[in-house]
């Protein structure tokens, strides 16, 4: 019989109340806590608040946790490594997990080139940041292009390529000099999605930036809080020669894509279009804090002192990223890709005749579920999402979070079996049957 979410208070609970209440009293306003979950404990997909309430964790921590909650091996790794070297700065000194670490992800050649080199930081926005400062740096050009709907990040470079939610920029700017376009939507651009995408591309270096000052063009293979978007099959490889044509570096933001999440290492690997400069962290160490940026040797040829970070590259959080690379080949990329296929079949069989049901969409265990108010016009229904994400977790112990303006993104960790998916689908579909019947 399958595991099933098990509530045994209301929710939040009594012990969970008291600790939202202190948090709020003492935590940044800024956090959005869109769910009024503590979490006490978790394993694999299963999440124990304080009041003994078990959930289904369809989040992954915003797709962090690629290896379920507390893997045992990744456990064990960080429990090892602990006991031998917390922390060393590997900005000033050497030590063995780091420079092990380095050398392979750099053996995987994620990037054009014949060698590539890795900086090491704690999260996606550094990882941005660093990209960021590389373009300019290896080009010498101050102008960059991003997309409407990415996310790259919040520290000010990164903000300014991010154009998800108005309230993530507002107030912060001037921002970089950053232009942007259209991200090619096959759900509602239909069959000349990339057109219209490389379209406006051409009316901006018409009319707005010269390329020959771009420095580079920062792009998600698949988007992540722009709604969980697959672009059409032509777009990285049309993409790939615009950049080449106008000497502009391709920037890979695979903060959520990458490490197994859509069935590959790599996002890109879908479409065989490799970056200059591709951006990881996320999945890379199943939930500590760690960010890679990689590129050609090339390109990172920045001199001692043009870029670091204190943290970056953390013994124990190496030691983490070591276990979930040797997780990930050793299996799960090929079992994200397989049960991925299972949720978006089983969805699209349970919840793909409902009305306000428009697009079931995904690579692996990277999935979009876009709701709209009516099929024919396509016609968004934001508020359904966030009744129906909050309906599910208070009523039925099941933890999803929404992307873009109306998709619900099933993102859990790459253990996901078939049994959790099935209870996933089920009860997003009772959900959605309550609350439009």
Not at 293 to 318: Q, R, Y
Not at 417 to 425: G, K, L, N, Q, S
């Amino acid at each position: 019989m399958s595991r099933r979410p098990l509530i045994r208070t209301e929710l939040p609970g009594p012990i969970a109340r008291e600790m939202i209440a202190r948090s709020d009293a003492s935590v940044s306003p800024s956090y959005t806590r869109d769910h009024p979950l503590v979490a006490d404990r978790a394993h694999g997909l299963w999440i124990t608040d304080p009041d003994g309430n078990e959930f289904l964790d369809f989040s992954a921590g915003i797709a962090v946790t690629a290896t379920g909650h507390c893997h045992p091996k990744v456990v064990a790794a960080i429990t090892e490594q602990a006991g031998k070297l917390i922390h060393m700065s590997g900005t000033d000194f050497y030590y063995p997990v780091q420079g092990r670490l380095a050398q392979r992800l750099v053996a995987m050649q994620p990037v054009r080139g014949e060698k590539c080199r890795v900086y090491f930081g704690n999260s996606g926005a550094e990882a941005n940041e660093a990209a960021l400062k590389l373009a300019r740096w290896a080009t010498g050009r101050t102008q960059f292009i991003a997309f409407f709907d990415s996310f790259h990040g919040r520290t000010m470079g990164s903000l300014s390529l991010t154009a998800s939610k108005v309230r993530q920029r507002e107030g912060f700017g001037p921002f970089l000099p950053v232009t942007h376009t259209i991200y090619p939507d096959p759900y509602r651009l239909g069959a000349g999605a990339t057109d219209a995408a490389f379209d406006h591309l051409d009316m901006l270096f018409r009319t707005i930036v010269d390329p020959k000052s771009v420095a580079a063009i920062f792009v998600e293979p698949v988007q992540g809080e722009g709604g969980y978007i697959v672009p059409p099959a032509d777009f990285l490889p049309r993409l790939r020669t615009l950049c080449d044509e106008h000497g502009i570096l391709l920037v890979f933001d695979e903060v959520q894509a990458g490490m197994g999440r859509t069935g590959k290492m790599f996002a890109w690997e879908h479409s065989g279009v490799k970056p200059d400069i591709i951006t990881l962290a996320k999945g890379i160490a199943s939930g500590l804090p760690l960010s890679a940026t990689l590129a050609s040797e090339d390109i990172m040829k920045w001199k001692p002192g043009a870029h670091a970070s204190t943290f970056g590259g953390n013994p124990v959080a190496c030691a983490a990223a070591h276990a979930t690379l040797d997780l990930l080949e050793g299996g799960l990329i090929d079992h994200a890709a397989n049960v991925g296929q299972f949720v978006i079949d089983y969805a699209r069989e349970r919840l793909g005749g409902h009305p306000n049901v428009g697009d079931i969409r995904g690579l692996g265990l990277m999935i979009g579920i876009e709701l709209v108010t009516d099929k024919a016009s396509k016609q968004r229904a934001s508020t359904l999402r966030n009744d129906l994400v909050m309906h599910a977790f208070h009523n039925h112990g099941l933890i999803v979070l929404g992307c873009g303006q109306n998709t619900i993104r099933l993102c859990p960790g790459l253990v996901c079996t078939e049994d959790e998916a099935r209870v996933c689908v089920d009860i997003l579909a009772s959900s959605l049957a309550s609350l439009t019947s």
